[in-house]
């Protein structure tokens, strides 16, 4: 659908939805390694703005007046024996099937923006063995150092999952560089393509105020980029079992405060003027229960990405800081965790064709062996909830407490892309050695290896992104058979998972 009221204008309001458009986000991130990109963003504040609407969307504007039909993107995924899932928005770790279906349209009047682009999932959500009840001899320690110090839970409640949501929508007034206004989209903050920090779409978006930039401002020494955001986080309200360890073991499920809690942020990014390529910055958010504001879990972390257009590449890292203001033993608490990568493209000397390689490296875990896991990002003691909104981390997908390892390699033509990847994940190895280190027992890191094909193309109007994965979890779930024979001679716990995902993307 194509309404039309005059000729175009180059600033647009509307913005490129983080994950939504998985085919669109990458190419303009390629766009930048070739010396072809036209935004100049530092790519580390998301959603983009001022994308336009030939990238993605039919469209037509004119100096007072705008019109959109947003593309309709069904977005489904199967897990054959367990829940994985991570970096897709309103949808829940879940076994089975399971959509997400998001649609809407754009509308600017002057100053004055409306996006709206709701999301509706549904998910069989299928029962599957969970840490909390699997005889493993560490579930009983599970509530006490995870479930009560954080709202992440291994399952959604029993039965179907269905939920509707605001999405990727918001209203605000834009005055050129800046805009102001409310969002329910998600944010991806900092330079990770798998991991960030503080924000990622692996949980669904919150209802925030936002302040922000549009597009990078030209100050005397560079380009910056802001965003500074208050918000409202919402629980899981998933039922536990009251007690998990059938021998009465005084640890149990603790039931959380039924309030909400706020979030508040702000992220600013630097483009030096003398190192054109190079984007520095810092971000910062803050959790509270909304009636106790003295008691806080904040993260604070720093980044940098240096895109290197004459080689096609670019490097980033991210180095980030967790503080508790206290446990409840009044006692300060810190951690530290990083991402870091390297992505590059190489020419076949065809017309618009590369071979993109890939690796990136996040580390979670606490770094001293036998601490508790208080320290761990994303749990807290006193904001029991965790670093989580609607069940779900608002950072690194692989939290609490878990390490990644990635490669990736991929042909790229455009919207076009055939790939492989290859992870190791390791699952909260905080937990494990909280459990397992004071009686030395060493044998059961949950490490799940990951081998995917990935393809992504377009016709015409329609645009579609596969992904098959075979997840070989070794020890799942930390467990193993206990075969009372030699210490290091015994069956494995292993388990394996097929996780299929199909996109498909229609633009009116």
């Keep these: 659908m194509l309404i039309v009221f005059g000729a175009k204008q180059e600033l647009f309001a509307q913005t490129l939805p983080v994950g939504l458009l998985e085919n669109v986000e990458d190419s ?16 580390m504040i998301r959603p983009l703005h001022n994308v336009g609407p030939s990238r993605y969307v039919y469209s037509a504007e004119n100096k007072h007046f705008a019109f959109s039909l ?33 649609g809407g349209f754009y509308a600017r009047a002057g100053p004055l923006s409306i996006q709206l682009r709701p999301e509706y999932i549904y998910a069989q959500n299928k029962d599957f063995d ?30 179907a999952y269905k939920k509707g949501n605001w999405g990727q929508s918001s209203v605000r007034l834009n005055f050129d560089p800046v805009s102001v206004g409310i969002s329910s989209e998600s944010l991806w903050w900092g330079p990770g393509k798998k991991n960030s920090l503080l924000m990622s779409n692996n949980a669904p978006g919150f209802k925030h105020l936002t302040l922000n930039t549009m597009r990078p401002v030209d100050v005397f020494i ?40 706020s979030i508040a942020g702000i992220i600013v990014t630097y483009q030096p003027k003398w190192l054109p390529g190079l984007s520095v910055g810092f971000d910062r958010t803050a959790v509270a229960y909304h009636n106790k504001r003295d008691s806080a879990v904040k993260f604070f972390s720093w980044f940098g990405r240096w895109v290197m257009p004459e080689t096609h590449a670019e490097v980033y890292v991210q180095y980030g800081r967790n503080d508790h203001l206290a446990n409840s033993a009044g006692k300060k608490l810190h951690s530290n965790a990083y991402v ?41 003691d006193l904001i029991v909830h965790g670093y989580t909104n609607t069940g779900q981390v608002m950072g690194a997908g692989i939290g609490p407490g878990g390490n990644m390892q990635s490669l990736d390699v991929s042909w790229v033509k455009g919207l076009k892309r055939i790939g492989i990847s290859m992870d190791r994940i390791v699952n909260n190895n905080d937990f494990f ?28 109007r329609i645009i579609l992104n596969a992904q098959l994965s075979y997840i070989k979890s070794l020890n799942y779930q930390w467990g193993y058979i206990d075969s009372k024979g030699f210490f290091f001679d015994l069956p494995k716990y292993d388990k394996n998972n097929i996780h299929t995902k199909l996109g498909i993307m229609y633009n009116f």
């Design 433 to 460: 050695w909280a459990t397992v280190y004071p009686v030395k027992d060493i044998r059961r890191h949950w490490i799940d290896l990951v081998y995917s094909g990935t393809a992504s193309w377009n016709f015409n």
């Design 340 to 380: 870091a990568g390297f992505n590059k493209l190489v020419s076949l000397n065809r017309q618009q064709e590369y071979i993109q390689v890939g690796v990136e490296f996040t580390q979670l875990e606490v770094q001293k062996k036998g601490q508790i896991t208080n320290h761990s990002w994303y749990l807290d």
């Design 70 to 102: 947003l593309p309709l993107v069904l977005q489904n995924q199967i897990n054959s024996h367990y829940a994985y899932g991570r970096n897709d928005n309103s949808m829940i770790p879940a076994k089975g099937y399971e959509a997400m279906i998001s």
């Design 28 to 43: 303009v991130r390629r766009d930048q390694l070739l010396g072809k990109d036209s935004l100049g963003s530092s790519y």
């Design 130 to 159: 969970l840490p909390e009840t699997v005889d493993n001899y560490l579930y009983y320690a599970y509530p006490e150092l995870v479930y009560n110090r954080i709202d992440n839970p291994s399952k959604f409640n029993g039965g």
């Design 222 to 261: 560079g380009k910056i980029e802001a965003q500074i955001i208050a918000g409202r986080l919402e629980a899981s309200n998933v039922s536990l079992p009251e007690n998990p360890n059938p021998e009465g073991s005084p640890t149990a499920f603790k039931t959380k405060p039924d309030t909400w809690r």
